[in-house]
């Protein structure tokens, strides 16, 4: 292992240190509709198959894409068009591309409101770019019709192929329609159901859901809220459908001090990245580290003709050399590191490469001197 320290590594580590500012761990006042949400006040994922039209030669090849034809042979059965069979399985329809639309459908949707929707290639158009959606429905996961979409696509790739070379910026088979959609059903929201609501924290923590309840008993009295877990407020509201929505609007605006979260360290093993939160603190520990170096080199090796087993012709053949080298290690001794800054300062003594970093944290873990819970995503 180089004892040189990792460029990219103090980068990392230092570009970290200035965002955390090198801060005591201390709290920040939020309002509580930033760490909680009314539970079934939700959206709704809505979903469709469609076809997009008006393509320049760019659509499904439908002979590798049947359903494209199958399709548009369905929409215009609607029309009142009928195909022969025959004729429905051999179209070539160069300007046409099966999509699927999908959309989100907020809480309290009223019908003829409008919704944004995304359209994703299906089949293997080469692009979408300046085609237009026919009319799609859009259903939920019980299978009702709740939108209806249809529109032209916005397609923010471009893209040119002439003579065998291709230049394509951005992608070419997504688009999206502004205001695409347009809600045809309702669905139920259970807010004015019974003379409490409950309140769900984004992140599980029995400190956070008790400031929220004595925050909340603070404003409006003692016994209006309680916290029934780690995750979930009580809170009595008003019966009276106007009363409880301003009700609701004033507690949320209400500020909470938000705990510490958990130390926690997250590493992504794809990319090298490692994240740090305040929280970590590190024990004493010593830490040797080397590198394990496999070389392989392959050499020609010509052999003679031998009119007896290659004919007279000369046999080309590669000889492979395998060399394994252990490269010298390094013995770090860490002292301990209660702050941030020092864990950071302890990391980057280590001067080793990301991936290096990786086993190293995570046998730090092991043996007990990182404070800190492990996460590898």
């Known amino acids: 292992m180089s004892t040189a320290i990792c460029p990219r590594l103090t980068t990392c580590l230092g570009a970290l240190l200035l965002a955390c500012g090198l801060l005591p761990l201390t709290a920040n006042a939020l309002r509580i509709k930033e ?25 499904d090849q439908t002979t590798q894409m049947p359903y494209t034809s199958q399709g548009l042979s369905n929409y215009l059965q609607q029309l009142g068009i009928t195909l022969p069979a025959a004729t429905a399985a051999s179209l070539q329809l160069k300007n046409v591309a099966a999509v699927l639309v999908t959309a989100q459908l907020p809480a309290f949707a009223r019908p003829g409101q409008t919704l944004d929707v995304s359209v994703s290639s299906l089949g293997n158009s080469k692009s979408l770019k300046g085609g237009m959606l ?49 809600v045809e059903r309702v669905v139920a929201t259970p807010l004015q159901v019974g003379d409490t609501i409950n309140l769900g924290l984004e992140a599980s923590d029995f400190q956070t ?41 004033e507690m949320e605006e209400l500020q909470v001090e938000a705990s510490v979260p958990a130390a926690k360290v997250v590493i992504n093993s794809r990319t090298g990245s490692i994240v740090l939160n305040q929280a970590v603190t590190l024990g004493p520990c010593a830490i040797a580290h ?40 390094m013995l770090i001794q860490l002292p301990a590191a209660p702050l941030l800054a020092d864990v950071v300062r302890a990391l980057n003594a280590l001067g080793a490469t990301p991936q290096d970093l990786l086993a190293i944290l995570q046998a730090i873990k092991a043996a007990g001197a990182l404070n800190a819970e ?4």
Do not use: C, M, W
């Not at 909680?36 to 008006?54: D, K, M, P, T």
């Not at 002439?162 to 951005?170: C, E, F, R, Y």
């Not at 909340?216 to 008003?238: E, K, M, S």
């Not at 496999?294 to 007279?312: E, F, H, K, Y």
């Open 35 to 59: 760490v909680a949400a009314i539970e079934g006040v939700r959206s709704n994922q809505l979903s469709g198959f469609g076809l997009v039209v008006g393509l320049d030669g760019t659509g």
């Open 134 to 182: 026919i009319g799609t429905a859009l259903r939920g996961v019980d299978g009702e019709i709740y939108a209806l979409a249809q529109g032209n696509l916005i397609v923010a790739g471009a893209g040119a192929a002439a003579g065998g070379s291709k230049v394509q910026i951005n992608h070419l088979s997504a688009g999206r329609i502004p205001g695409g959609a347009q």
């Open 209 to 249: 859901a008790r400031r929220v309840a004595q925050a909340i008993n603070r404003r409006f009295g003692d016994g209006i809220a309680r916290a029934l877990d780690g995750r979930t407020v009580q809170v009595r509201a008003p019966t009276d459908a106007n009363a409880r929505v301003t009700f609701i609007a």
């Open 290 to 329: 080397g590198n394990l170096s496999v070389s392989i080199s392959t050499t020609p090796v010509i052999s003679q003709p031998n009119a007896l087993s290659t004919g007279g012709q000369t046999v080309v053949a590669e000889k492979s050399n395998i060399q394994i080298r252990q490269e010298p290690g």
């Open 374 to 377: 492990l996460e590898v995503i």
